[in-house]
């Protein structure tokens, strides 16, 4: 601060601060920033105020607030996010100040300034921060315009600024950032009803689910869930037994296509002592293990016709013989079934029986793959590397770069192949020392290589795909950095992106300025 100042004008800053720090307690970003807006607006005497916070390229603000600023005259500042005097704030991450803009020679030629007539400005940029407290650029712009004497905003009002744009702008993202996360959730009140549900996300395709399951568990019929290999149908299985009146008695998962057609009837019915070599003693089957409770059948379409017709019988009777025994017994458990085949395609073959398919499938619970619902892939993934971890290999948190990459893959092994990419991460960032997992870990770092000619990458496996992505978009964003001389704001404009979602791929690139100028 300026010693020389009057001190009810240092008081006043004071004041500002301490009120700046009450309204930080707020919940919402935009109305901390109109009251932050309107405590600047007084304090530095300006007759108007605009405080935005831009989205990605082509995109509206994510946030806007104003003071004092007639429809017309936001419309004229609004329009210098593009060009002019917010635009250079943004570019330069410096604060402009000019005595009056419409006699500027930098912008005297805007029509918004001609048509705004706008006289003293004070614009200062707005900063993020990132978790350890570096700089990832500028996010937005505190616009401060009119004073009441001529000539421009004096030295003291430009470091008032300044100083509280440095608090205004990372508030402001964290913020904005929670309010982001804190999307609608369409599974809330599902949740209240399935306690023990555990797959993760919130997505109106998972809330259909939940209902089917829910819908599902009140009658006591056969249910096939179908799906894609990885889309949690073991998952489903339990939640529709916690949910129906069954969830006290047993849930038994048989994984039917790892039985040999030779051993299917012992493991499945059981065996009498002595009914085969291995039978030194009664041996009790799945179905008499899940006895008033549920008997799920996994990868059910991989059972062999013979196995097929033993368990058509059962389900026709309910009743079934232990290997190697005379008495029939009836059994009370409710059938769940789960597939990835095309079962339709496999009656066709005749590799599968028509009359089983009915029997298995009255209720059908269809789980939508990750692509169908890739809003939920970053709770998923939050999910999957919360448990990870255990005593001196504690569980690491997903970086936002990690998980904005993780939500933007392709993942055709479906929850599998994230939980597998996500450990993987885990265990390389762990030995690396790190104290999160960022996206380089996942999928390794990207190579900044020369383009590769069309004859090689016509040879490019499925497999390489994602890879291949990363690598462009890596050679992409140095290139662009490598050109503006590692002008952050610049590069973003170039590559059509905000300046924080550059640094986000700045990090998961593991780019770094020092690195590359040492090559």
Not at 119 to 135: I, K, T, W, Y
Not at 175 to 183: E, F, N, T, V
Not at 199 to 220: D, K, T, W
Not at 243 to 263: D, H
């Amino acid at each position: 601060m300026h010693t020389n100042e009057d001190p009810e004008r240092l008081s006043r800053e004071r004041n500002l601060f301490f009120r700046l720090l009450q309204v930080g307690l707020a919940e919402d970003a935009a109305p901390y920033a109109a009251e932050v807006l309107d405590l600047l607006v007084e304090v530095t005497g300006a007759q108007r105020g605009f405080l935005a916070v831009e989205g990605e390229a082509g995109a509206p603000p994510l946030l806007e607030v104003s003071k004092g600023l007639a429809a017309e005259e936001r419309q004229a500042v609004r329009a210098s996010l593009s060009q002019g005097i917010i635009r250079d704030a943004l570019r330069t991450g410096q604060t402009i100040s000019t005595a009056s803009a419409t006699a500027d020679p930098r912008y005297s030629g805007f029509q918004s300034v001609q048509a705004g007539k706008i006289q003293a400005v004070l614009c200062a940029p707005l900063s993020a921060r990132g978790s350890r407290g570096e700089d990832l650029g500028s996010i937005g712009v505190l616009y401060l315009a009119g004073r009441s004497k001529p000539g421009p905003f004096p030295e003291v009002d430009r470091s008032l600024c300044e100083l509280a744009a440095k608090v205004i702008g990372p508030h402001v993202d964290r913020l904005l950032r929670r309010q982001d996360s804190a999307k609608v959730d369409h599974t809330t009140a599902l949740r209240e009803r399935l306690p023990g549900f555990s797959l993760a996300g919130r997505s109106a395709a998972l809330a259909s689910v939940m209902r089917e399951v829910l819908a599902a568990a009140q009658v006591p019929v056969a249910v096939l869930l179908r799906g894609e290999s990885g889309t949690g149908k073991s998952a489903i299985a339990r939640a529709l037994h916690d949910a129906s009146t069954r969830r006290a008695k047993p849930f038994v998962e048989v994984n039917v296509a790892a039985l040999p057609e030779s051993l299917f009837e012992g493991e499945f019915f059981g065996a009498e002592r002595g009914a085969h070599s291995q039978a030194h003693q009664r041996i009790i089957g799945k179905v008499e293990a899940a006895e008033g409770g549920t008997l799920f059948l996994d990868e059910v379409g991989e059972l062999s016709l013979t196995a097929q017709t033993k368990l058509l019988s059962f389900l026709q009777s309910k009743r079934y013989l232990r290997l190697g025994g005379t008495s029939t017994i009836t059994a009370d458990v409710r059938i769940i079934a789960a597939t990835n085949r095309d079962l339709e395609a496999a009656i066709a073959s005749k590799s599968f029986r028509e009359d089983l398919y009915y029997r298995l499938n009255v209720l059908e619970i269809v789980l939508p793959p990750l692509r169908e619902r890739a809003s939920d892939i970053e709770d998923i993934a939050d999910a999957i590397a919360a448990r990870l971890g255990s005593g001196e290999a504690p569980a690491l948190p997903l970086s936002s770069g990690a998980r904005l990459e993780l939500g933007q893959a392709d993942w055709p092994g479906n929850v599998r192949q994230l939980e597998n990419t996500i450990a993987r991460g885990w265990a390389t960032a762990l030995g690396e020392g790190a104290f999160a997992i960022e996206a380089r870990h996942l999928f390794g770092r990207p190579k900044a290589t020369e383009p590769a000619k069309a004859e090689a990458a016509s040879q490019l496996s499925v497999g390489d795909f994602q890879l291949k992505t990363r690598e462009f978009q890596a050679q992409l964003v140095e290139a662009a950095l490598r050109e503006t001389e590692w002008n952050v704001s610049e590069a973003a404009r170039r590559l059509s992106l905000s300046r924080s979602r550059l640094n986000e791929l700045i990090r998961a690139f593991g780019l770094s300025r020092e690195e590359r100028s040492s090559r």
